[in-house]
Each structure stands twice: as C-alpha cells, then as structure tokens.
C-alpha cells in the first residue's frame, strides 16, 4: 500500500521559517519525481516545487529564493524548506509522488496535506 505523510506544516508568523517532510512508502522512492503544491481556499491547487529522481529541481516564481525542496532517498522522505513565510503563502500544502517512465510502471500519488498557515 502506497502512503505519502506530510508532516510539519503548523502556525508561524510572518518571515519565519518551517520545514515539510513527505514521508513515503510503498514505492520505489527514488525513481520518483516528487513535487510539493498548496492549495488555499477557494482556489485551485497550484504548484510549488519539484524535484526530479534525478535531483533536478523547479520552483513556482512566488517562491524561488525562498524555498528549497530537497530529497533523501535513503529515509525515503522530500523536504520543503520555507523561509521568509508571507501571510500569502497561507494553504494547505501536499505531497505528490509521480512516476512517468515505463509506461506499465507509471503512478500518481497524493499525500493528505499538512496546513501551513502564516500569520502577519
């Protein structure tokens, strides 16, 4: 059974700091491509950053310089840290595990999302 875990999302003030981990299991980790997205109320979820298994990684123009996503295969787990936090990076946040190689192979998961919410 796949399972995707997002943990560390919580209340923080503006210009703080937290980190999320995406635990995952049941998967061949690191043929994954790991990608992090938020999505706030009322709006469609949008992506944040992503990383390759290959260790490449992207980011949405609102965070670049501000978050960094990042992979350890060995635990099996993505980070996403984020520092200097805006009232507008308010949302939930969710972990997403894509394979899209050998076509027999591909998959698509989704964690439960972990709610990060900053205050001004």
């Known amino acids: 059974q796949v399972q995707l875990v997002e943990s560390g999302g919580g209340l923080v003030q503006a210009g703080g700091s937290l980190r999320l981990s995406c635990a995952a299991s049941?998967?061949?980790?690191?043929?994954?491509?790991i990608a992090w997205y938020l999505q706030a109320p009322g709006k469609q979820r949008e992506l944040v950053a992503q990383?390759?298994?290959?260790?490449?990684?992207d980011y949405a123009d609102s965070v670049k310089g501000r978050f960094t996503i990042s992979r350890d295969n060995a635990k099996n787990t993505v980070y996403l840290q984020m520092s200097s936090l805006k009232p507008e990076d308010t949302a939930v946040y969710y972990c997403?595990?894509?394979?899209?190689?050998?076509?027999?192979?591909?998959?698509?998961?989704w964690g439960q999302g972990t709610q990060v919410t900053v205050s001004s």
């Open positions: 990383i390759t298994s290959g260790g490449s990684t």
């Open positions: 049941g998967i061949l980790f690191s043929i994954q491509d």
């Open positions: 997403n595990s894509r394979y899209r190689g050998i076509l027999t192979l591909r998959n698509d998961y």
